[in-house]
């Protein structure tokens, strides 16, 4: 990340990668010789305000228990990129939960794909994201009201081309700039490469 | 945490602390290559100063890479040497020099040199990334030095009784050229070219917490970056005909917000090792 913000300073296009624990990275390159290749990062805005996500029910007529071959690949691109996170199922349901390594911390996931294939909602299992200011504790930019992560704007969103592993990848970025904002105070970025 | 300004005023401040009179014959030669020990060897070693791809040229062997040329150096030090006992001189100047080649080490560059009351250093442009990332890393390398000798160090100065330093940068960017030079009995890496020499002359245009950098290195940089410094051009004629050399003010400042990090997430290696596919 930092790296990424500094090169993008000097005006260079910086691609980012996410590894398949949670490290945002500038290289696609494997780091080691088991692991897959890191995951390209999709372009994403971080957002804030009202947590635009449907409410969670009627599995029976969720996208993942008709679409099988959609299925199929969410469940490939999770196990591919993000083999350390588990599935949940029960009861028609379908979500993952994780952890995700920052290099500057790790922090625990939930994401719940919804049923109209729209963005997933990620909750951060970590109580207390902040930086203390002071007494108080300072709320981190980009987080909606109800405490879940703006991962990105609904309209980054493209349900037929990405995957839940393309909502963890964007949750990793969250926690790469949350990282860096708990040591400088500052969002070191709004996203990446998305149309502002 | 990250490496920081009060990291390297703390250095500085301890190196001047150990190298107290009685013990500065013993502890020279451990302290004289305390800027190497950044990218020391896997035996502990400390690294040689200069350029690591041309540490192997034989006696008149040469070799070149385009690199951002820095040099960062304290300023209104002479006037301190006449007037400071010598022990305090060498004091303040060995823990302070030593301390600015490390930082530069940890920001991606090759210290080629220490030059009197400063450091002579480049950042390879060879990598994938080229010279914007090479001109950038220089700029950071350079404003962390400048923001931590003005706002960590000097506190610290003037409360052991020790008046403060100022800083200053020269930059540019350009072919240097490395050629190996002097007899079987004695040797060295000299290190030539236009934009080494520019980066000199940069350096003196500089006030003490100025930056300023030649067009081949400006031009790496963000338009907004960079202001037209008052001197510029620099003017040279040769058989008849003029050509002028411009250089610039570099808003360093604006790259402080860059630095937290880079010099973890680089763990010592060179800014050329930093690559995007």
């Known amino acids: 990340m930092t790296l990424a913000t500094l090169l993008s300073h000097v005006g260079i296009a910086v691609p980012r990668y996410v590894t398949v624990d949670g490290q945002i990275v500038l290289d696609a390159a494997p780091t080691t010789g088991f692991v897959s290749a890191p995951m390209p990062v999709a372009p994403h805005r971080f957002h804030d305000g009202e947590d635009p996500a449907p409410e969670r029910s009627a599995y029976a007529s969720a996208w993942w228990n008709i679409d099988t071959d959609a299925r199929a690949a969410d469940e490939t691109a999770m196990a591919t990129h993000f083999p350390n996170f588990v599935q949940y199922a029960d009861d028609g349901d379908y979500a993952f939960g994780g952890e995700l390594n920052t290099g500057r911390g790790r922090f625990k996931i939930l994401v719940l794909p919804h049923v109209d294939k729209s963005l997933p909602t990620v909750i951060p299992l970590h109580k207390g994201l902040g930086r203390q200011a002071g007494r108080r504790l300072q709320r981190p930019p980009h987080l909606y009201t109800n405490g879940n992560l703006c991962i990105a704007d609904s309209a980054d969103w493209l349900p037929a081309e990405h995957t839940t592993a393309t909502a963890v990848a964007w949750a990793a970025h969250w926690f790469a700039a949350y990282t860096e904002w708990r040591i400088s105070s500052r969002w070191p970025t709004e996203g990446f490469g998305a149309a502002a | ?277």
């Open chain 2, 1 to 277: 945490m990250a490496y920081n300004r009060s990291d390297f005023a703390n250095s500085v401040m301890r190196r001047i602390r150990e190298f107290d009179d009685s013990i500065y014959l013993s502890k020279s030669a451990e302290y004289g290559n305390a800027a190497g020990s950044i990218r020391a060897s896997a035996a502990g070693a400390p690294a040689p100063m200069g350029h690591p791809d041309f540490a192997h040229l034989g006696i008149g062997e040469s070799g070149s890479r385009d690199a951002a040329v820095m040099f960062l150096d304290m300023r209104r030090f002479t006037a301190r040497s006449f007037w400071d006992p010598p022990e305090q001189v060498l004091r303040v100047n060995t823990a302070v020099v030593t301390e600015l080649a490390a930082a530069v080490q940890r920001h991606g560059g090759y210290v080629l040199g220490l030059r009197g009351d400063g450091v002579f250093a480049c950042f390879d442009g060879s990598s994938a990334l080229g010279a914007r990332a090479a001109a950038g890393f220089a700029v950071v390398a350079g404003a962390f030095a400048l923001d931590a000798v003005r706002n960590a160090l000097n506190g610290l100065l003037a409360a052991s009784g020790i008046d403060p330093v100022q800083v200053r940068v020269g930059l540019d960017y350009g072919r240097l050229d490395f050629v190996r030079i002097g007899t079987p009995a004695g040797s060295e890496v000299n290190v030539l070219g236009f934009a080494a020499n520019f980066a000199s002359k940069c350096e003196k245009h500089a006030l003490s917490w100025e930056m300023v950098a030649g067009e081949g290195l400006a031009h790496n940089l963000p338009q907004q970056h960079v202001t037209h410094h008052d001197k510029s051009p620099a003017e040279y004629e040769h058989l008849g005909e003029r050509r002028v050399y411009r250089f610039y003010d570099v808003s360093w400042m604006s790259y402080l917000e860059h630095v937290p990090g880079v010099a973890d997430a680089l763990g010592g290696r060179p800014a050329s090792a930093v690559n995007v596919r």
